[in-house]
């Protein structure tokens, strides 16, 4: 038989000594760690489903507003409506605005957004801000997160089943788990080898679908922006491209992409005459509408049920949201004009006015009632949406939510 090891006084102390240094590097990983820097509220209970309201309030008053800073449109996820600010992204009863759930972490954010019934929150770090973390928006737990290279600046917008992030040099588009489906533009380094880690060209402008993603670039050397047409691909940094020159049209006159619907981009065009035109997947221009006037800084759209609007500054363009095809505008009435783009509460038009709501007939454009209502001077657009009974309006940095 063997006989059995003993162990010594200096193999013991040796041991004592790696065991304490494992506890050391761990406490250390431990207080630098996104763990600790983050702290995570559940829902006592889940969110109930909201019910469609069945009439439009004959009458509104505000139910309760609260610091929303982070995100560009009201954001009503899985019955929750989800505010971010400074460092914390909470989830909020329609009716009341108490706080259902909230994450907070010890940096500033960069964004909210949403995709399916995930809330989610962007955060930098020294890549840009790539640091993304989503949170079941019914429960408040912790869903999918991911970290990417990104601009310091980014912008973001969803469709309900995917986001978009997008900067000046580049841009991302990521699905409902988080996953990235498709990238464009900078990289912190090549991915692949012979694959240029500086940007070409600067994003003056950016939106997309589930689909597809449309960018407007300034390239170095040329006088005139392009039109990028990006789909997704089997490799998610190689996407199918098509760069379609917009002749004439100059980096600083206000070109812009409207929105995205499928692979159909509406871009607003300057000159000759301001309008909008409407690019097919291949790059062809299939239709154009005039628009009134050149629109201002914050022109903003809105997706309102199977209907696109867009506040230009002045008017509300309306669009069906099958290739972007034109409806009508609603233009000032008298004392009200637009002061937002549109939402649609039970079959109903809404246009948030100078005095308060003008309803319309969805399908014509028909006028229907206007419904009163005070608001203190606001910069910028009023953005409109619907929770339930509730009407909620995105007021510059504060969401306000109004009810009968």
């Given at each position: 038989?063997v006989k059995?090891e003993r162990?010594t006084r200096?193999?013991?102390?040796?041991?004592?000594?790696i065991?304490?240094?494992v506890?050391?590097?761990?406490a250390?990983?431990?207080?630098?760690?996104?763990?600790r820097a983050?702290?995570?509220?559940r829902?006592?209970?889940p969110?109930?489903?909201l019910?469609?309201a069945?009439a439009?309030?004959?009458?509104l008053?505000q139910?309760?507003s609260?610091?929303?800073s982070?995100a560009?449109?009201?954001?009503v996820?899985?019955g929750?409506v989800v505010?971010?600010?400074?460092?914390?992204?909470?989830?909020?009863?329609?009716?009341?605005g108490?706080?259902?759930?909230?994450?907070?972490?010890?940096?500033?954010l960069?964004?909210v957004t949403?995709v399916?019934?995930?809330?989610?929150a962007?955060?930098?770090?020294?890549?840009?801000c790539g640091?993304?973390?989503?949170?079941d928006?019914?429960?408040g737990?912790?869903?999918p997160s991911r970290?990417?290279?990104a601009?310091?600046?980014?912008?973001?917008s969803g469709d309900?089943?995917t986001?978009?992030?997008?900067g000046?040099?580049?841009?991302e588009?990521?699905r409902?788990d988080?996953v990235?489906m498709?990238?464009?533009g900078?990289l912190d380094?090549p991915?692949?080898?012979?694959?240029?880690a500086s940007?070409l060209?600067r994003?003056v402008?950016?939106?997309?679908s589930?689909?597809?993603v449309s960018?407007?670039e300034a390239?170095?050397?040329k006088?005139d922006?392009?039109l990028?047409?990006?789909?997704?691909a089997k490799e998610?940094?190689?996407p199918d491209?098509k760069y379609?020159?917009?002749?004439?049209?100059?980096?600083?006159?206000?070109?812009?992409?409207?929105g995205?619907?499928?692979?159909?981009?509406?871009?607003?065009?300057?000159?000759?005459k301001?309008r909008v035109?409407?690019?097919?997947?291949?790059?062809?221009?299939i239709?154009?509408?005039?628009?009134?006037?050149p629109?201002?800084a914050d022109?903003t759209?809105?997706r309102?049920?199977?209907l696109?609007?867009?506040w230009?500054?002045?008017d509300?363009?309306?669009?069906s949201a099958?290739?972007?095809q034109?409806?009508?505008?609603?233009?000032?009435?008298g004392p009200?004009?637009?002061v937002?783009?549109?939402?649609?509460?039970?079959?109903?038009?809404?246009?948030?006015?100078?005095g308060?709501?003008?309803?319309?007939d969805?399908n014509?454009?028909?006028?229907?009632?206007?419904?009163?209502l005070e608001?203190?001077p606001?910069r910028?657009?009023?953005?409109p949406?619907v929770?339930?009974?509730?009407?909620?309006?995105k007021?510059?940095?504060e969401?306000?939510?109004?009810?009968g």
């Amino acid at each position: 038989m063997v006989k059995p090891e003993r162990r010594t006084r200096a193999d013991m102390v040796a041991a004592a000594a790696i065991a304490v240094a494992v506890a050391v590097v761990a406490a250390v990983i431990w207080w630098t760690s996104d763990a600790r820097a983050t702290e995570s509220r559940r829902a006592a209970s889940p969110v109930p489903t909201l019910e469609p309201a069945a009439a439009v309030p004959g009458a509104l008053k505000q139910l309760w507003s609260a610091p929303d800073s982070e995100a560009s449109e009201p954001l009503v996820v899985s019955g929750a409506v989800v505010t971010g600010d400074g460092r914390e992204m909470q989830g909020r009863d329609p009716v009341t605005g108490r706080s259902l759930w909230s994450y907070t972490r010890d940096l500033d954010l960069c964004g909210v957004t949403w995709v399916y019934n995930y809330a989610v929150a962007v955060y930098p770090d020294a890549r840009g801000c790539g640091q993304v973390s989503s949170v079941d928006a019914r429960t408040g737990t912790r869903g999918p997160s991911r970290t990417s290279y990104a601009d310091r600046h980014v912008t973001l917008s969803g469709d309900g089943t995917t986001v978009l992030s997008a900067g000046d040099t580049r841009l991302e588009m990521w699905r409902s788990d988080l996953v990235r489906m498709l990238s464009y533009g900078a990289l912190d380094a090549p991915l692949n080898p012979g694959k240029s880690a500086s940007p070409l060209c600067r994003f003056v402008s950016a939106a997309a679908s589930s689909a597809a993603v449309s960018v407007l670039e300034a390239c170095p050397g040329k006088a005139d922006l392009r039109l990028t047409l990006l789909r997704p691909a089997k490799e998610e940094d190689t996407p199918d491209v098509k760069y379609v020159p917009q002749k004439g049209l100059r980096d600083g006159t206000g070109a812009r992409i409207v929105g995205v619907s499928d692979t159909t981009t509406a871009v607003y065009v300057p000159t000759p005459k301001p309008r909008v035109d409407i690019v097919d997947e291949t790059g062809a221009t299939i239709d154009s509408t005039v628009v009134t006037g050149p629109p201002s800084a914050d022109a903003t759209m809105s997706r309102a049920g199977d209907l696109i609007t867009w506040w230009t500054g002045e008017d509300v363009m309306v669009f069906s949201a099958n290739n972007f095809q034109y409806k009508y505008t609603v233009a000032a009435s008298g004392p009200n004009a637009p002061v937002g783009p549109a939402t649609v509460m039970a079959g109903r038009l809404m246009v948030p006015v100078t005095g308060g709501y003008d309803l319309f007939d969805p399908n014509t454009g028909a006028p229907d009632r206007h419904i009163p209502l005070e608001r203190p001077p606001v910069r910028g657009p009023v953005v409109p949406a619907v929770a339930g009974s509730a009407v909620l309006e995105k007021r510059g940095d504060e969401l306000v939510a109004l009810g009968g």
